[in-house]
């Protein structure tokens, strides 16, 4: 399994990105999709995240500004960031639930991580 995020780089206050996730791998569902973001310095945080239910969480930095979406025929999720600032500037790791089955037919589940892209706003 793999989550493979791109779409990071350099933007102007003010500009946008989106960061893109893509799952792949032997997986029999992925659930729960999140972006987490940590700044040189500072812990890890929470930026957008949908629930099982469908629900959509915000980091209370980014509401407003960001949106997470998911596509699941394409495996991928996503971060459209917009109005961004120079506190936006960190690694951006996406996270997600997966389920799959081992060889003798026994259900996993485990939380995926992906490598991290950065976001660098400068002002």
């Known amino acids: 399994v793999q989550l493979q995020a791109s779409g990071g780089g350099l933007a102007q206050a003010g500009g946008s990105l989106r960061l893109s996730c893509e799952v792949s791998?032997?997986?029999?569902?992925?659930?729960?999709p999140a972006w987490y973001r940590q700044a040189p310095g500072k812990q890890r945080e929470l930026v957008a995240a949908?629930?099982?239910?469908?629900?959509?969480n915000y980091g209370d930095s980014v509401k407003g500004r960001f949106t997470i979406s998911r596509d699941n025929a394409k495996n991928t999720f996503y971060l459209q960031m917009n109005s961004l600032k120079p506190e936006d500037t960190a690694v951006h790791y996406c996270v997600t639930e997966i389920r799959y089955y081992t060889d003798d037919g026994s259900p996993v589940l485990y939380k995926a991580w992906g490598q991290g892209t950065q976001v660098t706003v400068s002002s």
């Open positions: 949908i629930t099982s239910s469908g629900s959509v």
């Open positions: 791998g032997r997986i029999a569902a992925w659930y729960e």
